[in-house]
């Protein structure tokens, strides 16, 4: 009997120790999983990426927000290509991440079938190319700004992209349900007295940069970052940073270099640029308003910057008006510059208009010396010697800013994000032609 109760109490003892032994291992294996999910945490790269919309300019809007973000989270940013065709409208995430990936699909194999699909009609002129094809970004790659180029907008990219770099596939999505689900902001409780009336109500929710740093997973995904106050600074690096960008990530094509170069070398070294839209949207019903406005701006500019007392006579301005050759006019109103008379200034209209003369009659009159790109530049030009190139008939708007940014005076449209992108723009050239005398 007492041999049984040995045996029987040798066994249980073995029992235990075997169940230590299990529950020891398993601690050990989940301490080490643990530890290991940590390391991927922390040491593994980090991406953020977001979901591109609208037209051109407002995608580089939402580029540059995005480089912002990605800098201050320590993240290397996946770029969306660039739809440098007709512009796309917002959606909520789900609908923007579903319409990306499948429409452009959609209409290269229905193109009859297109029109008809209501949820796909936007992208039938949708044109997306590499970033860097079109914008150049050395300036933020310059402060270690890392990007990265994506392939395609598919919903299955970041598991791919995971799968190709052997890296840790989480992600934290920032969900987008409205058309302004969220404002992300630097501000610090320690460092700022914050008044949450400085936040823009129309954004439904206010998110953190720090907030943003503790996520631990590897992929950042947001839906639109589109907005100029969808950023909101306070930090005084966070401020130059966004202002260094806007002026210096600029357009970077060739061919949109060689046009521009070659009116910008005709127009001469001093001239005034202007951009009227009035093409679609709200600028449309604000047309004739908004004409004013610039006239108003561009009369009063010129008459500050010129000798008043130095009216160019009648018989001056009657030789301008009926000269027909544009290449004559263009060489009247070179020599008529030392005058110094605003009524002869050189001025350079970039405009969405289909025919500026007919459109704008008073500012052809009063501004003899006023010139378009079609009086340099014939894209039909462009699109014959070039017509399997998709940028071809998407050109003349990319000139038209190049050669406004160069201006010693611009005067934009009020709200226009393509005016905005000219002034930052003719701002960086205004810093380079101080410091290059």
Not at 211 to 233: K, V
């Amino acid at each position: 009997m007492k041999t049984v109760h040995t045996i029987t109490t040798a066994l249980l003892c073995l029992a235990c120790l075997s169940i230590w032994a299990i529950c020891r291992s398993n601690i050990l294996t989940s301490i080490q999983s643990q530890a290991k999910l940590q390391h991927v945490t922390q040491d593994s790269p980090k991406y953020m990426t977001y979901l591109p919309h609208s037209g051109l300019h407002n995608q580089r809007i939402s580029l540059i927000n995005a480089m912002i973000i990605a800098h201050a989270l320590n993240r290397t940013l996946l770029m969306p290509e660039l739809n440098i065709g007709s512009a796309t409208f917002w959606a909520d995430s789900n609908e923007l991440a579903k319409q990306l990936e499948l429409c452009p699909t959609y209409i290269k194999q229905n193109k009859k079938e297109a029109s008809r699909r209501l949820r796909c009609h936007v992208y039938r002129k949708y044109k997306p190319l590499p970033v860097d094809s079109i914008f150049d970004l050395s300036s933020a790659h310059a402060l270690d700004i890392h990007t990265e180029q994506r392939s395609d907008m598919s919903r299955d990219y970041i598991h791919r992209h995971a799968s190709a770099h052997q890296l840790n596939e989480t992600v934290y999505s920032v969900q987008d349900p409205f058309r302004y689900s969220y404002q992300i902001h630097d501000h610090d409780p320690d460092l700022y007295e914050f008044d949450h009336q400085d936040m823009n109500d129309k954004y439904l929710e206010h998110i953190t940069l720090n907030e943003l740093r503790a996520r631990p997973e590897t992929y950042l995904e947001f839906g639109s970052l589109f907005g100029t106050s969808r950023l909101q600074l306070y930090e005084p690096e966070m401020i130059w940073l966004r202002e260094y960008l806007h002026r210096t990530t600029g357009l970077n094509h060739p061919e949109i270099k060689h046009s521009s170069q070659k009116i910008i070398q005709a127009l001469g070294s001093r001239y005034t640029s202007v951009h009227l839209r009035q093409g679609d949207g709200i600028f449309q019903k604000m047309a004739t308003e908004t004409i004013a406005q610039v006239e108003s701006a561009l009369s009063s500019n010129l008459t500050m910057g010129h000798n008043n007392s130095n009216y160019i006579n009648e018989q001056v301005m009657r030789r301008l008006k009926s000269t027909k050759s544009v290449q004559e006019r263009l060489k009247q109103c070179q020599s008529a510059q030392h005058l110094q008379d605003p009524q002869v200034e050189m001025i350079y209209l970039a405009t969405d208009a289909s025919n500026p003369q007919q459109e704008f009659p008073q500012m052809f009159n009063r501004y003899p010396c006023l010139f378009t790109l079609s009086d340099f530049y014939n894209a039909k030009v462009l699109l014959q010697r070039k017509r399997h190139d998709k940028m071809d008939s998407l050109l003349p708007p990319m000139i038209d800013a190049e050669i406004a940014s160069h201006a010693n005076l611009f005067i934009g449209t009020p709200k226009s994000t393509y005016s905005a992108y000219v002034r930052y723009r003719n701002q960086h050239y205004r810093v380079l032609d101080f410091f290059s005398q």
